[in-house]
T-cell receptor, first 110, second 114 residues
Framework: TQLLEQSPQFLSIQEGENLTVYCNSS?????LQWYRQEPGEGPVLLVT?????EVKKLKRLTFQFGDARKDSSLHITAAQPGDTGLYLCAAQGGSEKLVFGKGTKLTVNP | KAGVTQTPRYLIKTRGQQVTLSCSPI?????VSWYQQTPGQGLQFLFEYFSETQRNKGNFPGRFSGRQFSNSRSEMNVSTLELGDSALYLCASHPGTGWGNTIYFGEGSWLTVV
């Protein structure tokens, strides 16, 4: 069973600060996805990383896939209150099955 | 293009009862997956259906079952409800072929067992 460990579990910061959340595993993945889930809604895909060492940017969000394809990070620059939510990493566990980390709950205070 | 629709959004059931949740995938999508989300365990895969056949199954007891209809709509059923079944149940829609396609989640059904 693939296990994805996310850290930190909770993060509360002030608007304008930078932050990084991590997703680690002992398994090698062919790809890894990051989702954001807002209260009362389902997760929404932010990005898929496929190649070891890959870096993808989505406005103020930077996603990196580790060289060994066992870990990933999400960095947010100048966080905004609208970034508040649960950030989940997920890996393909076969067919359309996704294995999720438990998530990082981010709160950005104005 | 309509998104993934789940009904009901909220429901309260008593221990021992059974519940049926419904999911309408995005038009043209043939794969429907179900996930259970709890604060303690996070998101856990229940099962996946493709063209009316169960293609994958997670590690949940037999009380959890599902089915898919010819129009790709899916239902999941939980029998003999336990307090620990209280969770957000999420349905995910996917074209069904090729893992590179995006999976779209519905807003979920909040189940409270009392």
């Amino acid at each position: 069973t693939q296990l994805l460990e996310q850290s930190p579990q909770f993060l509360s910061i002030q608007e304008g600060e930078n932050l990084t959340v991590y997703c680690n595993s002992s398994s090698v993945f062919s790809s890894l996805q990051w989702y954001r889930q807002e209260p009362g809604e389902g997760p929404v895909l932010l990005v898929t990383v496929v190649t070891g060492g890959e870096v993808k940017k989505l406005k103020r969000l930077t996603f990196q896939f580790g060289d060994a394809r066992k870990d990933s990070s999400l960095h947010i620059t100048a966080a905004q209150p609208g970034d508040t939510g649960l950030y989940l990493c997920a890996a393909q566990g076969g067919s359309e099955k996704l294995v999720f980390g438990k998530g990082t709950k981010l709160t950005v205070n104005p | 293009k309509a998104g993934v629709t789940q009904t009901p959004r909220y429901l309260i059931k008593t221990r021992g009862q059974q519940v049926t949740l419904s999911c309408s995938p995005i038009s043209g999508h043939r794969s429907v997956s179900w996930y259970q989300q709890t604060p303690g365990q996070g998101l856990q895969f229940l099962f996946e259906y493709f063209s009316e056949t169960q293609r994958n199954k997670g590690n949940f007891p037999g009380r959890f079952s599902g089915r898919q209809f010819s129009n790709s709509r899916s239902e999941m059923n939980v029998s003999t409800l336990e307090l620990g079944d209280s969770a957000l149940y999420l349905c995910a829609s996917h074209p069904g072929t090729g893992w590179g396609n995006t999976i779209y989640f519905g807003e979920g059904s909040w189940l409270t067992v009392v």
